[in-house]
């Protein structure tokens, strides 16, 4: 087996591993409709912030989108299910982004399976 190949099985070992040791945080906010004249013209966030129908943008990595329904967010950072005792999940709120490495070698990614 080829090192090249050996490496790629072990990448994919590892994402897969983290598709199933993650899951995503969603919630959603419904549109309340308070007068009936006076429709709401879009979503409001949590600081107040108006954002129109069929908008999608990003605030501290959650990917939101508004509807006529409305508000519905998920976390792009995924939080953990199980993660092995001698990995740790190591979070960068820069990028959005997360990555399973080994407790004793922080440069060394760490295969949860």
Same mark, same amino acid.
């Given at each position: 087996m080829s090192i090249v190949?050996?490496?790629?099985?072990q990448v994919l070992v590892c994402l897969l591993g983290l598709v199933v040791? $993650?899951? *995503?945080? $969603?919630?959603?906010? /419904?549109? =309340?409709?308070k007068d009936l004249n006076n429709p709401p013209k879009? $979503? =409001? +966030?949590k600081d107040g912030k108006?954002? #129109?129908?069929?908008?999608?943008?990003?605030? +501290?990595?959650? +990917?939101c989108s508004c509807s006529t329904q409305g508000m519905s967010c998920c976390n792009k950072i995924p939080s953990a299910v199980d993660i092995p005792e001698e990995c740790e999940m190591v979070v960068n709120k /820069?990028? $959005? *982004? #997360?990555?399973l490495v080994l407790k004793a070698d922080k440069t060394k990614a760490c295969s949860p399976v």
């Open positions: 190949y050996k490496t790629s099985l040791l $993650c899951q *995503s945080q $969603c919630f959603f906010q /419904e549109l =309340v409709m879009g $979503c =409001v +966030d108006q954002h #129109a129908f069929d908008s999608e943008w990003v605030k +501290d990595c959650y +990917d /820069e990028t $959005c *982004s #997360a990555e």
